[in-house]
Nanobody
């Protein structure tokens, strides 16, 4: 089992920045890809960004150039630096980890961007 705990969400004005963190605990070894997804009201959950254990990254087109995902393998922590936030970035952001074919999810953290 892997437990994921997110932090760093909140309310920010458009154009502002937030940094999300997600720490993995439990069976932390052999975690491959970690990522961030988001779900806005009435919409499906969507991938925001992901990073493999070797550092390969993948971003949704809507956040390229504004968001940066990074990872500290020693701490089993993944970060999402979000800059130039827009109201359409408002959503619950979920951390995700893939370990040996099993996918684990955090409880989510709310990000609200006011116009």
């Amino acid at each position: 089992q892997v437990q994921l705990v997110e932090s760093g969400g909140g309310l920010v004005q458009a154009g502002g920045s937030l940094r999300l963190s997600c720490a993995a605990s439990g069976n932390r070894f052999y975690i491959n890809t970690m990522g961030w997804y988001r779900q806005a009201p009435g919409k499906q959950r969507e991938l925001v960004a992901a990073i493999t254990s070797s550092g390969t990254t993948n971003y949704a087109d809507s956040v390229k150039g504004r968001f940066t995902i990074s990872r500290d393998n020693a701490k089993n922590t993944v970060y999402l630096q979000m800059n130039s936030l827009k109201p359409e970035d408002t959503a619950v952001y979920y951390c995700n980890a893939d370990r040996l074919g099993y996918v684990y999810w955090g409880q989510g953290t709310q990000v609200t961007v006011s116009s």
